[in-house]
């Protein structure tokens, strides 16, 4: 099957019952199977702007790439997949183009923003991420965190410190430890899972994890799987009947088919007359 | 703004402790940030360690244990108001930043930064990403403590989500065909009806009541004959649905 039609992508975001803008941003390209979210912050609308920047960086110059490109080529240079290379260099990519707005631009001064971004190929997901936006993924009907959060909590949490369900009455939320657009660099952290039909993934800015528990992101997922459009306006209304602090943003893409990329010369030929 | 304790005995109190340290003790001894010259207080009784806004106690192997509210701990992850209590003594402990900072402040995201750049703190590094969740507990834990020197003022502070619910039991009770008779509480959030891959229609529970949203299927169920929209719509009390066939009643209880 090819990537737009082996996934169901659908996104949605929301300012929240509080915040009178948004700072949250998405960008889907289902032609190369690529989703990216980001929860900017800094005063005035520079959250606005970073957010806005690290999505179009990351999602135009990917797509731009793939169009000649497979995300399967191995690059000579380091021995990785394109696929998990494009989305670690463009993440450093956007990384410092918000740095050096705001280095030179006295209104954006201390902008930056979190990223959660997912490339689909080959019954693969390449997950990378900054800061405290996660990739969920329900499979059956365990919902699992596939992103770790570059948080304060989560650093207390893996320390010992703290416990998870105390983490959720904790004072220090909101304070994520690695941030995109911050330094001149930043280290993105990236991994690979595999893909199984029918899994659903989930990506989201805090303001949906942060208001609602995953017991109930689960269950929402579990009952509106067949509708992921009813699924995604659903999670926001959880977050905003919630409180709805914070700006809410979320992307769910669907796994229909499998979505291996030819390799015998037989299938790429077959695959060349489709075109 | 830094959270304190208040010392007390019998009701008089005796002298108030910022908690302006990363690490503070409680003891016997003069050298104690907190010292209680008191023969029922061990040499070195217990420590509060304050993480930004988060202060935990931990009992340092006192002889006579520690207390807080009355239930004896080793280790307590510090809430506003708690009461420590050693032997006679009574510790309060106050930290009511919510009151004191302004809305401007809340829930806004901030970035704590390494005072040494580029150095990336040990905790950040998962040993095995997707089954973290599993792990958290264990003894394995990284000897780095988090970065909790942070220098900057931080105000990011948020009260635990109030997930207001209405109090009456919702029930719905089926009308026609084989289950006639039989009663669901609805005292999950969600609740799915119909059958997957014919027809589904989930009931969600909202802070202002429940509605009915259609999630799958070629038809809509009815509610009091009227044909679902594909926006949810809400359930007033007696209200008749159908759905695959099946004819229930959605009522409020008591």
Known sequence: MKIDEALEIVSQTDSGMVRSHNEDSVACEPSCGLVVLADGMGGYNAGEVASGMAVSVVATEIKQRLLNESPTDIVEASGEELGVLLLRENI?????????????????????????????????????????????????????????????????????????????????KNLVTR???????????????????????????????????????QSTLVAFRSNLTLAAGQLIQLANDNGGRDNIAVILVKVKGKFAMPRGWLTKLIDYFKK | MAAKLILSMDGAV????????????????????????????????????TILNDSFLEDLDSTNGLEVNGTPTKKHFLQNNDVIGIGKYKLKYINDQVTQSTPADFEKTMVLRNPVKQAPPAASKPAEPSGFAQTQGNVNKPAAAPS?????????????????????????????????????????NLTTLGKPGVQVAVLTRRPHGFFITHVEGASHPTVNGTQLSDQPHQLNDHDVIELAGVKMEFYYKG
């Open chain 2, 148 to 188: 909790a020197d942070v220098t900057s003022k931080i105000e990011a502070i948020k009260p635990a989500a109030q997930g207001g619910a209405p109090s009456q039991v919702a029930v719905v009770q089926v009308l026609t065909g084989p289950n006639a008779g039989k009663e669901l509480e609805l005292t999950k």
């Open chain 1, 92 to 172: 450093q990519k956007a990384n410092s183009s918000i740095f050096h707005a705001s280095q030179s631009q006295p209104q954006y001064a201390g902008m930056g923003t979190t990223i959660v971004s997912g490339l689909f190929y080959d019954n693969r997901v390449v997950a990378a991420h900054i800061g405290d936006s996660r990739m969920y993924r329900l499979r059956g009907d365990a919902l699992e965190t596939i992103t770790r959060d570059h948080s304060l909590l989560q650093e207390q949490i893996d320390a010992g410190i703290i416990s998870v369900e105390d983490a959720r009455i904790s004072k220090n």
């Open chain 1, 179 to 217: 941030a995109v657009g911050i330094d001149a660099e930043v280290e993105v952290e990236v991994h690979v899972h595999d893909v199984l039909v029918d899994d659903i993934y989930l990506l989201c800015s805090d303001g949906l994890n942060d208001m609602a528990t995953d017991e109930d992101i």
């Open chain 2, 14 to 49: 005796i002298k108030e402790y910022p908690l302006n340290k990363e690490r503070m003790t409680i003891g016997r001894k003069p050298h104690n940030d907190i010292a209680i010259d008191n023969l029922a207080v061990s040499g070195e009784h217990a420590a509060i360690v």
